[in-house]
């Protein structure tokens, strides 16, 4: 299969970054971000020659987040600061403003808004590859032949992850399934699924007319499964679910640096890829 040469050529890559260069002894670029998934792909990207600073805490719920005043002051010292380009870090503006520090946004542009969950897609994710590994190299140019080998590398992991949800999403016997929170807009887009989502938008109550609504879409569009988040509360899905008589499973866009399977970008993707999988009715494939 295709995904196979891929590895291939990622693993190759990769051996030529730990032969041609670490990034040891060298001025370190001071990275802030917003979210742990964007954090990693930072990481995969800078390597040693970066050191980040991820101001969300794991379980915390994004949209009401706000950092403490002993997490402002590493805006003083910062070299860069990527936010999603969503509004999602309200916050924000008033230290870059006093700061100075310099930003990178997620998306090409900042559309204060917008659903948040951007990080999701994997083809947006490479194209914010790209931009931060020319943003780390305009910091620090000595660094620009291994931010480039480190981001080529990348790159071809989150293109075979595209791959591997497009193989998947080909496969499965559903197309709908019903979540918490409109976190998955962007995958859904991406992979020609359908998400019906509880809540409409954090600042929207949730009314039992809407859960009636909810739950006669579901049954409208043949729903197979119903997805619930580790940083929102479940109650209301598993009401959904229990109407619906259908399996709830966890899909998270957090992470979680202490979790083995969901420590780091293409993990925490493949486990959700996993999860809508088995959710979705999936076909078990050779490779």
């Known amino acids: 299969m295709k995904w196979l040469l891929a590895v291939a050529i990622t693993l190759s890559v990769l051996g030529c970054i730990e032969q041609e260069g670490t990034g040891e002894n060298t001025t370190t670029v001071s990275v802030i971000v917003s979210i742990y998934p964007i954090g990693d792909m930072v990481k995969q990207v800078g390597g040693e020659r970066v050191d980040v600073v991820v101001l969300l805490p794991p379980g915390a719920d994004p949209h009401t987040w706000e950092p403490t005043p002993q997490q402002i002051k590493v805006f003083e010292r910062a070299d860069l600061f990527v936010e999603t380009g969503t509004g999602l870090e309200?916050?924000?503006?008033?230290?870059?403003?006093?700061?100075?520090?310099?930003?990178?946004?997620?998306?090409?542009?900042?559309?204060?808004?917008?659903?948040?969950?951007?990080?999701l897609?994997?083809?947006?994710?490479?194209?914010?590859?790209?931009?931060?590994?020319?943003?780390?190299?305009?910091?620090?140019?000595?660094?620009?032949?291994?931010?480039?080998?480190?981001?080529?590398?990348?790159?071809?992991?989150?293109?075979?992850?595209?791959?591997?949800?497009?193989?998947?999403?080909?496969?499965?016997s559903k197309k709908v399934f019903v979540s918490t929170h409109p976190t998955w807009e962007y995958m859904c887009m991406r992979y020609n699924l359908t998400e019906i989502p509880i809540e409409e938008t954090p600042e929207k109550e949730i009314t039992?007319?809407?859960?009636?609504?909810?739950?006669?879409?579901?049954?409208?569009?043949?729903?197979?499964?119903?997805?619930?988040?580790?940083?929102?509360?479940?109650?209301?899905?598993?009401?959904?679910?229990?109407e619906l008589d259908v399996e709830v499973l966890t899909l998270d866009p957090i992470g979680d640096p202490k979790d083995p399977q969901r420590d780091t970008y293409i993990k925490l993707m493949e486990y959700n890829l996993a999860q809508l999988k088995k959710g979705l009715g999936g076909k078990n494939e050779d490779h």
Do not use: C
């Open 121 to 172: 897609d994997p083809m947006l994710a490479e194209d914010f590859v790209v931009r931060l590994k020319d943003a780390l190299s305009d910091i620090d140019p000595e660094g620009e032949e291994y931010y480039e080998k480190r981001a080529q590398s990348y790159l071809l992991q989150l293109q075979q992850l595209d791959m591997e949800y497009r193989e998947t999403f080909e496969n499965v």
């Open 90 to 119: 309200f916050w924000a503006e008033d230290f870059v403003k006093e700061t100075g520090v310099r930003v990178l946004t997620f998306t090409k542009d900042y559309q204060p808004g917008r659903n948040p969950h951007v990080w």
């Open 208 to 242: 039992p007319a809407r859960l009636r609504e909810v739950i006669e879409m579901a049954k409208k569009l043949d729903a197979g499964v119903v997805f619930i988040e580790p940083q929102q509360n479940p109650q209301l899905a598993l009401t959904v679910a229990n």
